[in-house]
């Protein structure tokens, strides 16, 4: 079975650190773009970025640069999201999502459980 | 970067109606890159419509898509309980980013 397995919901206080994951099976891993999509509470999907785990090229919304970091380990499987110092506003349900693309599709078409991340103090 | 809406924001309709949801980009689409999503309450999205018209599989043939250009539509032919829930478009001619609508939540009347 193709999925995304992410990790488990996080509480952390403001400026602390975090870093989530998204572990892909049941497909050659490499071989697929993995994004970040947020969803703050009560409100729509918000595309954050996303990174080609084959060789580690990150691409970022404008919006977000600089404020988080997307990583992989493609030996494991596994894309990273990376904060390095919360605020109260990155809570929110983060989601990865596989880009499916080809001749005539590109569209992300398996989702992680979501992850979510909580930060109050 | 390409902005999307949709209308209605939300709606409410009840068993057996009909149902369209708007999208509008802000520049044109080419048709393969606009795909639809529905999100169930606690639930992580799901792909419901790609490439403008396709259905993924699974997804039951009351949902049909069409448009072109920077208009778009999904349409419901026939609402069953288990569609209640909010539909985003989404496209990836253009980006990062590949940008979502703002959604449209489907209630029941």
């Known amino acids: 079975e193709v999925q995304l397995v992410q990790s488990g919901a996080e509480v952390k206080k403001p400026g602390e650190s975090l870093k989530i994951s998204c572990t892909g099976s049941?497909?050659?891993?490499?071989?697929?773009?993995i994004a970040w999509v947020r969803q703050m509470p009560g409100k729509g999907l918000e595309w954050m970025g996303i990174i080609y785990p084959g060789d580690s090229d990150a691409r970022y919304s404008p919006s977000l640069q600089g404020q988080v970091t997307i990583s992989a380990d493609k030996s494991r499987n596994i894309v990273y999201l990376h904060w390095g110092s919360l605020k109260a506003s990155d809570t929110a349900i983060y989601y990865c999502a596989r880009r499916h693309s080809g001749a005539s599709i590109d569209a992300f078409d398996i989702w992680g459980q979501g992850t979510m991340v909580t930060v109050s103090s | 970067d390409i902005q999307l809406t949709q209308s209605p924001s939300s709606l409410s309709a009840s068993v057996g109606d009909r149902v369209i949801i708007t999208c509008r980009a802000s520049?044109?689409?080419?048709?393969?890159?606009l795909n639809w999503y529905q999100q169930k309450p606690g639930r992580a999205p799901k792909l419901l419509i790609y490439s403008t018209f396709a259905l993924q599989s699974g997804v039951p043939s009351r949902f049909s898509g069409s448009g072109s250009g920077t208009d778009f539509t999904l349409t419901i032919s026939s609402l069953q309980p288990e569609d209640f829930a909010s539909y985003y478009c989404?496209?990836?001619?253009?980006?990062?980013?590949?940008?979502f609508g703002p959604g449209t939540k489907v209630e029941i009347k």
């Open positions: 989404q496209q990836s001619d253009s980006g990062p980013p590949f940008t």
């Open positions: 520049q044109s689409i080419r048709s393969s890159y």
């Open positions: 049941g497909y050659r891993f490499i071989n697929n773009w």
